[in-house]
């Protein structure tokens, strides 16, 4: 399962690099929630919350992978909330998208180097709900060696990491 002080710093870094900041404070642990954990971290002068989960089950015919991660993350100074990204542990296909059902309804995530995104904020917030609603997540995506993935991650604790996150960096 997750290595707590790993699994803080691996996450923080993408958000790091997903935001292209250089400094920041190491992350805080704000709790565990079943399947999901709950961290924040200061960028400067400005609070970054994020909840992160590593997949219970990960399909596909590979020989090598890195870690995998899906996050959603708030940056009140930013005005940004509820940004959900997917840490693949390998190259995605160029011009590929990998598509995450949760339930019933299945949403287009586009694409780079390792990391899928929601296309907008809207999307973001629709991903976010779903997940906080739902019991399980499955994310699907192609290698830039063609290889297909499936990740099947657990959604259990998920809505108490989101109220976690929340309240830290006080985003309704």
Same mark, same amino acid.
């Given at each position: 399962?997750?290595?707590?002080?790993?699994?803080?710093?691996?996450?923080?870094?993408?958000?790091?690099?997903?935001?292209?900041?250089?400094?920041?404070?190491?992350?805080?642990?704000?709790?565990?929630?079943?399947?999901?954990?709950?961290?924040?971290?200061?960028?400067?002068?400005?609070?970054?919350?994020?909840?992160?989960?590593?997949?219970?089950?990960?399909?596909?015919?590979?020989?090598?992978?890195?870690?995998?991660?899906?996050?959603?993350?708030?940056?009140?100074?930013?005005? &940004?909330?509820?940004?959900?990204?997917?840490?693949?542990?390998? #190259?995605? *296909?160029?011009? @590929?998208? $990998?598509?995450?059902? /949760?339930?019933?309804?299945?949403?287009?995530?586009?694409?780079?180097?390792?990391?899928?995104?929601?296309?907008?904020?809207?999307?973001?917030?629709?991903?976010?709900?779903?997940?906080?609603?739902?019991?399980?997540?499955?994310?699907?995506?192609? &290698?830039?060696?063609?290889?297909?993935?499936?990740?099947?991650? #657990?959604? *259990?604790?998920? @809505?108490? $990491?989101?109220?976690? /996150?929340?309240?830290?960096?006080?985003?309704?």
């Amino acid at each position: 399962m997750m290595k707590d002080k790993f699994f803080a710093i691996v996450a923080m870094l993408y958000v790091l690099t997903l935001a292209g900041q250089a400094m920041a404070a190491e992350p805080r642990l704000l709790g565990k929630y079943s399947d999901w954990e709950a961290y924040v971290f200061m960028e400067g002068d400005n609070k970054v919350c994020y909840m992160a989960s590593q997949p219970a089950k990960s399909e596909g015919n590979y020989t090598r992978r890195g870690d995998v991660f899906a996050l959603i993350t708030h940056r009140p100074a930013e005005g &940004s909330k509820n940004v959900f990204s997917y840490i693949t542990g390998y #190259s995605y *296909k160029q011009g @590929s998208d $990998a598509t995450a059902k /949760i339930d019933s309804t299945s949403f287009t995530l586009f694409t780079q180097d390792e990391t899928a995104w929601a296309p907008d904020a809207a999307t973001d917030n629709k991903i976010s709900e779903a997940i906080k609603k739902s019991s399980k997540m499955v994310i699907k995506g192609v &290698s830039s060696r063609e290889t297909a993935t499936t990740d099947t991650f #657990s959604l *259990k604790g998920s @809505s108490a $990491a989101y109220e976690a /996150i929340s309240k830290e960096c006080n985003v309704k």
